[in-house]
Structure formats: structure tokens, C-alpha cells
């Protein structure tokens, strides 16, 4: 995804001071957004796709798979100049980029089966190396800085009439 697309892709639906950014838009627009909006692609995640292309019966794909997720760490996505001063953001990418090269690895993922379910096992990643206290710490944060964007997001709906009453 290009910078610009990434950079409308969050204040899409953002409706500030009252004024709706889609309102003068024609009813055709607004469901072409709305399709756009709710294609697969966005749903999709490095983590939901690396046991499907990993396990596949497919030899090219799984090769081909493996090799782009290599290539990743030697083309981190550094989008501005500012960016490669800032040696605490290109760490961060750095250690997202290695633990993404791990999820390529079969020996990454084990099989668990289910007490109560005949005959059907999950895949589930489980990281080679423990998440060390710095990993926890983030993850706790990110976990927080999440739950605080799904309360403003049921808030500004709920304001608008689109979500349930929680009664």
C-alpha cells in the first residue's frame, strides 16, 4: 500500500467537528467506499496467512512465500528521510521483520488437538524464542492503546446511532 492510501486509510470514517467528510458524496460513491472498505484483503494478516502458504500443497508457493517475507528485513519500509535518523524506529521494524522471518519456518508451528472435538487439530504458532519482559511490556501497552481506540470507535458510532445499546 502506497503512503498516501495508508495515511487516508485510518481518518477515513473520522468525523470531526460534526462535519461528515462523506457527505457530499453521491450514493454511487458511498457504496463503491463501502465495498472497498469491506474487501478480504483487509482482514488479512501475516499471521493468518504463513500456516496457510506454509502448509500448502503448493511447492511455488510456499517458496515463493518464504522468500518474500526474507527480503522484507533488507527492504525495511522506511517512507521519509526523518525516518532513518530515528534508530528506535528502525529497531522496531528490525524486530518485526526477524520474528516474521520465524513464522516462515514450519518448526515454528505445532499441531494441538482438542479434547472435545473428534478428528480436528489446530495450527498455532508458538515463538522459538520467549517474549522477553520488553516484549510483554509492549504487548501490554499495545493491548491498552487498542482497547482505548475500540471504546472511541463504539463512542462515536454509538453517538451516531450505528452501534447496539449496550443494555
Known sequence: ??????????????????IDPLQGTTDKKREALK?????????RTLQSMA?????????????????????????LPIYFNEEFGNVEHIEAVRRNAEEWARMVESTSYKIFSKPDTEGISEIAYVPPQ?????????????????????????????????????D
Not at 500500500?1 to 460534526?18: E, P, S, T, V, Y
Not at 465495498?35 to 482482514?43: A, G, N
Not at 500456516?51 to 527492504?75: C, G, M, Q, T, V
Open 1 to 18: 500500500m502506497d503512503i498516501n492510501r495508508q495515511a487516508q486509510k485510518f481518518g477515513r470514517r473520522l468525523n470531526l467537528m460534526c
Open 130 to 166: 520467549p517474549i522477553t519482559e520488553d516484549g510483554k511490556k509492549q504487548q501490554k501497552e499495545a493491548r491498552e492503546k487498542l482497547s482505548e481506540y475500540n471504546v472511541f470507535f463504539w463512542a462515536k458510532a454509538r453517538l451516531s446511532g450505528q452501534a447496539p445499546n449496550p
Open 51 to 75: 500456516p496457510l502458504a506454509l502448509f500448502s500443497a503448493s511447492d511455488e508457493l510456499r517458496d515463493a512465500f518464504k522468500s518474500k517475507i526474507a527480503e522484507y528485513e533488507h527492504h
Open 35 to 43: 465495498y472497498l472498505d469491506e474487501r478480504t484483503h483487509k482482514t
